[in-house]
């Protein structure tokens, strides 16, 4: 039997709401990033484990927007799996993520999460690889912890913004200047063909002064490769707040430059063409793109 | 102090060459296949604990025929490390190898073994991963024996021509037909762009009707990909014996289709164009390649 209840139900929620209003100002006030940085790792080695099931097993398929753009079963209840845990352990903050369980988002004010669930999709349904989980967190527009888990290489690439960046155990270099000529940037085939976005030959014009182009099919994990020194460069002309929240803020942290593909700075709440890499090889890239907007070439502008 | 030898050097001389015309003469009569695959399987294991070392410390990097075209102490000490063990455990096999300590190799009689001992150089000098050792081994022109090793990820790619192919102790399934508008296809930048090989329209023309475009920067490292069934096809303008020697092997034991991008039969001992896939893909893929021909499109030709 229940207990009489020692406040009444208008007592509570004057309190509950004071309660949350107190402990939202703590939370901005004096967050503890530490905090939340464990948690995302713990919850995405807890997702992991369920995903790494999950490509043994079978996988139920749909097409979202295209045949092209692909959607599992997994992606939904891995997205709903990480709001559970925000939602629980995080009551004031927002969250903006890939399969629509999260908030309608409007503003940076606050704390927002950038949760993409499976990163990848397509490589999880076709290859059961080279799919990542990848968490950035912003409080007032300003990236303050990121986790990207490449789940089957079991490499974590994560950080705490100003504590260094990390793959695993190991401290990330300061990256150094570069230059296009002896870098490997990925750019993935749909740029340099036709397309609606980009003149290829700006594209292409980049990739012949690269040393080689890769593309793996993940944009978390391409991030997370400029980040880790072992590509120096990346280009895609759509990527979603969630695809790229988390690397930008890696890539930050370890003194990248990333802009949308002109050179305007990215636009947290949208989707953005994006530049990114070492800063030699984003400047190269980049006047690449302006010469070709100077010459008439037709690069997406907003 | 030395003994006095039991046989005089002309003896030996003698001797020796009797015994080795015998073994050959056995070898090539009834060779033992798991015997040979055992042993390729335990010296990349070997050779693979050596370049995970070495992708720890210093690197010695020279350029070879481009500044490109990277090759490392790493490489060149592989492949002697490789022929040493085939002189001695196989003296009557010859060797076709990438830096060039294997034999000059006319034709394809006898046990012709193809040797990469990185396939992937740049990514081994770039990414420290996404590289691997190569070997595949034929008689009489009709491959036997492959391992390709992915060092980092740990994957080994094997096959006794015959007894199935694996991926580790995991048996590889039966290919199935494909088709292109819903397969992943790897192919490089280079061949999107301007080339001198092939019109990069044509291998737009494939690409833009393919479900999407990866590029991983090692031959061996796809070709085997496409064994798995994790890719369903591959396209190159240029490869080396060494590069597809392996690949070719495993990908004919699960049923998948190669030739050269026109689709004549690929020359073991020369360069060839490649075109690689599930017999649907392969199909798709070059019936693009030969209307381009038709159409007056260029396409390098032997």
């Known amino acids: 039997m229940l207990k009489q209840p020692l406040i009444t139900d208008d007592t509570y929620e004057m309190l509950t709401f004071k309660t949350l209003t107190e402990r939202e100002k703590i939370m901005t006030d004096t967050v503890n990033w530490k905090n939340i940085h464990d948690h995302v790792v713990e919850w995405v080695l807890e997702a992991g484990e369920s995903l790494k099931r999950a490509v043994k097993g079978h996988l139920n398929v ?3 927007s295209s045949p092209d753009d692909l959607v599992t079963n997994m992606d ?3 997205e709903q799996f990480f ?5 629980t352990s995080y009551p004031g903050h927002q969250i903006v993520s890939e399969e629509g369980f999260g908030d309608e988002v409007k503003s940076t004010k606050g ?3 950038f949760i993409d669930p499976i990163d ?4 999880f349904v076709h290859q059961k690889r080279h799919f990542a989980i990848s968490v950035g967190i912003y409080e007032e527009g ?4 990121a986790v990207i888990y490449d789940v089957i290489s079991g490499d974590i690439y994560h950080c705490i913004a100003g504590h260094g960046a990390y793959i695993n155990d190991e401290k990330l270099d300061e990256l150094d200047s570069g230059e296009l000529k002896t870098s490997v940037v990925a750019i993935n085939g749909t740029w340099l063909s036709k397309n609606r976005r980009i003149d290829p030959e700006i594209v292409r014009g980049i990739a012949e002064h690269t040393r080689g182009t890769r593309s793996y099919g993940s944009a978390a994990i391409e991030l997370a490769y400029v980040a880790y020194g072992i590509l120096d460069g990346y280009l895609s002309m ?5 695809d790229f929240g988390a690397g930008l803020i890696l890539i930050d942290e370890v003194g990248g430059k990333a802009t949308q593909v002109d050179g305007q700075p990215l636009q947290l709440l949208e989707q953005n063409s994006i530049l990114i890499g070492k800063k030699g090889v ?3 890239m980049l006047r690449y793109v302006q010469e070709g907007i100077q010459g008439g070439k037709y690069v997406q502008q907003k």
Chains 1, 2 share one sequence.
């Open 83 to 87: 709001i559970n845990k925000v939602r």
């Open 111 to 113: 704390i927002l999460w």
């Open 62 to 64: 749909e097409s979202k």
């Open 238 to 242: 759509r990527l979603a707040p969630w």
């Open 282 to 284: 984003h400047a190269e």
């Open 120 to 123: 990848g999709t397509m490589n």
């Open 142 to 145: 300003v990236g303050k912890v």
């Open 76 to 78: 939904k209840q891995t």
